[in-house]
């Protein structure tokens, strides 16, 4: 059974950072058909990718254009975990986050059931 937990959630001031996890179990997220991610929703708002990992051809990671480069999306292979570190948080940021793995292979999707980020100016 696949699980995606995340964890890291919390109500930061603006400009402070914030680290989130997502522990995988019953896959091994160095997988070449895995696709992983980091996306959010804000109240009101649709859901939306965050920052992207590819394993094939090549491990690559993408991200939004909007976050100007203020959060990282990285992975640990030995404790089988994703990351995502965001720094100079904005308000705009406030959202829940939601770890997502998608198989290209199987054409599957797996979610985690998000963690609350807050942040107050």
């Known amino acids: 059974q696949v699980q995606l937990v995340e964890s890291g959630g919390a109500s930061v001031q603006s400009g402070g950072s914030l680290r989130l996890s997502c522990a995988a179990s019953?896959?091994?997220?160095?997988?070449?058909?895995?696709?992983m991610s980091w996306y959010r929703q804000a109240p009101g708002k649709e859901r939306e990718a965050v920052a992207t990992i590819t394993n094939f051809p090549s491990r690559r990671t993408d991200y939004s254009a909007s976050l100007k480069g203020r959060f990282t999306m990285s992975r640990d292979d030995h404790k089988n975990t994703l990351y995502l570190q965001m720094s100079r948080m904005e308000p705009e940021d406030t959202a829940v986050y939601y770890c997502?793995?998608?198989?290209?292979?199987?054409?599957?999707?797996?979610w985690g059931q998000g963690t609350q980020v807050t942040v107050s100016s």
């Open positions: 997502h793995v998608f198989d290209v292979h199987e054409i599957r999707e797996y």
């Open positions: 019953g896959l091994t997220l160095t997988y070449s058909g895995y696709k």
